[in-house]
């Protein structure tokens, strides 16, 4: 049940910037997602061996060669789809259900509500228990398949390794990096190392890891803005590479 505010709002601050702020960023993001993800070309630089991890495992048989490091087990995608919307609906479908990205999307885009002591424009609510938010339950599912595609991404960063080191390696390490930090700060993930246990004590593997990833979880809206961020400069350095518009900054060869 919704508090309910007779005047539009009871703020005498520009209660608007935070949303406003928000959905600009998710806005802009997505845009730029949508652009890279149907433009199908620039995600593979074979000398260096960089793939951007938007197209990540590219599995369809419109990849190239190199950047198929786990084979083309998929015919070709018909029409204008190209090899990331394999993999996009688990993608957005950790973004999506995250707990913090909820709040963030419910304020900033659905008006649900849009900050405290602020009247929403919904006349009802029925929080997640119709379709499609009660689609919001799955997100533990879409935290395993995240998980996997971590891994993925993780070995893509370390198999460029093996052609040398320069800037892209640094960029991609790093963003395996954030993307492990917000994985493991999912309050999913917090739920499978130390949830449903009555007794820590006899449990104390789980209730370390319970601690560690408590402290991540802290920090969860930080690293999903991090993360998300860095996996569009990520894709963009590699773009950039591929096309010849700059050249990779190597320290080793």
Known sequence: MRAQIAHRTLRTDRWWLPPLATF????????????????????????????????SPCLSQ??????AHFGRPLPALPGVLTPPVVILPFLLGFRVTCYYYRKAYYRAAWLSPPACAVAEPHARYTGETRFPLIAQNLHRYFFYA??????????????ALTAGFGLGNVVLLVNVALLGAYTL???SCRHIAGGRLKHFSRHPVRYWMWTRISKLNARHMQLAWASLIFVCVTDLYVALVSAGVIGDLRFID
């Open 24 to 55: 600009t960023g998710l806005l802009l993001i997505s845009v730029y997602a949508a652009v890279r993800t149907f433009m199908g070309d620039y995600y593979w630089v074979d000398e260096h061996r960089y793939l951007t991890p938007m197209y």
């Open 62 to 67: 419109e990849c190239l060669p190199g950047a």
């Open 146 to 159: 995240a998980s996997i595609l971590l891994l993925i991404n993780t070995y893509d960063a370390f198999y």
């Open 185 to 187: 700060s999912c309050h």
